[in-house]
């Protein structure tokens, strides 16, 4: 999914004029992507005389970040260090299902790109 790196976005308008499908609009001389919209065809990014469409893959280490602050919120909850213990095992299954989910959806999506 490409987002906008707001402090390199100088505000050209490039990539709202080059949007294929109106997905990016101009927020205070920023662009903007509406993620419901975006088709993922990467126009935006290959445009940008700034380079300030970035890839998703480079909020990587945010995500993870993201997602080890939520298991600590939810750590807050528990007391005794056997329930603590068990939601983190919890959260790795849970971590666990989303990546056989991804895997999965890879596999598939190269059977897909097979039989185009």
Request: aromatic share 4%; net charge negative.
């Amino acid at each position: 999914m490409p987002w906008v790196n707001e402090e390199m976005c100088v505000g050209c308008g490039v990539c709202v004029e080059e949007c294929p499908v109106s997905a990016m609009s101009m927020v205070n001389d920023t662009a903007r992507i509406d993620d419901e919209e975006c088709i993922r065809c990467g126009r935006c990014h290959d445009v940008c005389p700034e380079e300030a469409v970035r890839h998703d893959s480079e909020k990587i280490p945010e995500e993870i970040e993201a997602n080890l602050a939520w298991t600590r919120r939810l750590l807050e909850h528990f007391d005794s260090a056997e329930d603590r213990r068990a939601l983190v095992e919890r959260m790795k299954r849970y971590f666990s299902k989303q990546k056989k989910v991804a895997e999965q959806t890879v596999q598939q999506l190269e059977l897909l790109d097979e039989i185009l």
